[in-house]
């Protein structure tokens, strides 16, 4: 009784968040949005007071958000339906068939079988074929994949340990993806530490319930993306470059997400303070030259090596299809897109989203590019602390600056901003990994149909605080500085 008493500021948040989370993996409709707020506001309350109540420890912290994953190992997701998607293509995996050449509608429709019956090759037979294919929906089941490499190794992974058991597999997916938020609990404290940031940032993406329900729960694996980056990072700052580059070309086997800000590592890689050859302000010298060939060279040739045992013809242009669809086809919890859409549907009258799909990429190329060659560098005596704090810092600014043009953001997208931020000054990821939720409004008991007040309010708020904090500083250039200053 005593000891309840003195730790009664910990176990209830901890009671109240297993309940929570309880209710939310296997009770929880998606429809019901209002009941979706309220638990996830709930668990973002109890977090708070976890974090508190620990003093933030780290042992404590870790085992209690590890503990919390563990919750929903049985529970089927319930926000997403990707995952039958994730289990069919690892299911084709283990039987030898290359998952980017068939979609399930030509499963369905014996198309599929009858082409590979011409060829003289084994036709396709899988559990639970219908079952997956009614899971994953029709607009998923009526286009080709597009998940990476290392990301289909994951599905067959699932498919070999449980292949007849729909649970089974998700248990398995769910196992590799909190190995995966394990991996940078560990890697992330590694680099806070060689940074001389405080260790308890981590716990704002470790026991954020916005990563434990969006990833975990509903089996996403940004996490495992994410792990490669973060590891990749760490061993950049510690001037190992070349196995940090091995697993920069693993994490865009996972996701291509980090294909976007590889050209940020330009100036981190070329640029030696000491030369006294300097061409355009640029100092550097010939190792360095070497240097960044190689390091490039190899994220390519890792990309190339994973991507090997599916490379023909018919599956570049699959998958460059699909991809394309993400750019001119989907839309959903968009931001200034809408904006633009609206003015479209005024000017002329219909939605000009293949015109803008096509045009917005080049926009966010060209803020990358102007980030990756002319952001001003600043070096820390020793071992280069404050240019690795600058390397994050423009890599979030870079693919918030991305999901703030997109066409389409779902809400697991933003656990990139969010675990980028662990290691920056600015903290309007955290605020938009809450914000996000209001995103689910779009799917009502009558159908998908977003609400685009909740969209508007969700966005006014994340940008309007990132606004603040960027502008905030005394100068411009000192945006890619990085303080010590504590987080809110």
């Not at 084994?122 to 290392?150: D, F, K, V, W």
């Not at 329900?213 to 990749?232: A, D, K, P, R």
Request: proline content about 3%; aromatic content about 18%.
């Amino acid at each position: 009784m005593i000891l309840v008493k003195q730790h009664k500021n910990l176990i209830i948040p901890i009671l109240g968040s297993v309940v929570l989370y309880a209710l939310f993996a296997y009770y929880l409709e998606r429809s019901d949005f209002l009941y979706l707020v309220l638990l996830y506001a709930g668990l973002f309350f109890c977090a708070w007071q976890i974090i508190k109540a620990t003093q933030y420890n780290f042992w404590i912290i870790a085992g209690i958000g590890v503990f919390f994953r563990v919750l929903f190992l049985p529970a089927i997701p319930n926000l997403s339906q990707d995952f039958y998607r994730f289990l069919w293509d690892g299911r084709l995996m283990i039987q030898g068939i290359n998952p980017y050449l068939f979609t399930p509608e030509q499963f369905l429709d014996g198309s599929a079988n009858a082409l590979r019956q011409a060829q003289g090759d084994t036709l396709i037979s899988l559990h639970q074929s219908q079952e997956l294919i009614n899971g994953m929906g029709e607009l998923n089941a009526s286009h080709y994949s597009n998940y990476p490499p290392i990301n289909q190794l994951c599905f067959a992974i699932a498919a070999l340990f449980a292949k007849g058991s729909v649970l089974g597999s998700v248990i398995v997916l769910r196992i590799l993806i909190i190995a995966a938020d394990i991996g940078i609990l560990y890697f992330g404290k590694k680099l806070l530490e060689k940074l001389k940031l405080p260790v308890k940032h981590i716990f704002w993406y470790f026991l954020n319930p916005f990563i434990i329900i969006e990833l975990t729960g509903n089996l996403h694996f940004e996490g495992v993306m994410l792990f490669f980056v973060v590891w990749s990072l760490y061993l950049l700052h510690e001037r190992k470059w070349l196995w940090a580059a091995v697993l920069l070309g693993l994490s865009v086997s996972v996701k291509l997400l980090p294909l976007l800000f590889l050209p940020l590592f330009f100036k981190y890689l070329i640029v030696n303070k000491d030369s006294k050859v300097s061409i355009f302000g640029l100092h550097f010298d010939k190792l360095s030259v070497t240097k960044m060939v190689l390091f490039y060279g190899v994220i390519l040739g890792t990309v190339l090596l994973t991507f090997a045992p599916f490379l023909s013809s018919d599956f570049i242009s699959n998958f460059a299809a699909t991809i394309s669809l993400w750019f001119q086809n989907f839309e959903f919890n968009a931001s200034v897109y809408y904006v633009i859409r609206w003015i479209g549907f005024q000017t002329v009258g219909w939605n000009i989203i293949e015109t803008v799909g096509k045009t917005l990429p080049l926009i966010v190329i060209a803020f990358i590019l102007i980030l990756a060659f002319f952001r001003p560098l600043e070096f820390a005596r020793g071992k280069g602390v404050n240019i690795t704090q600058q390397l994050i810092t423009a890599i979030l600014l870079s693919v918030s600056f991305y999901f703030l043009l997109s066409t389409t953001v779902h809400p697991w997208y933003i656990a990139t901003p969010l675990v980028l931020s662990v290691f920056t000054r600015y903290n309007f990821p955290i605020v938009w990994s809450f914000m996000v939720v209001f995103s689910y409004s779009a799917y009502g008991v009558d159908g998908f149909q977003e609400n685009l007040g909740l969209v508007a309010i969700e966005y006014c708020v994340v940008i309007g605080i990132a606004l603040w904090e960027i502008l905030n500083y005394q100068h411009f250039s000192r945006t890619f500085k990085i303080s010590a200053k504590t987080k809110i």
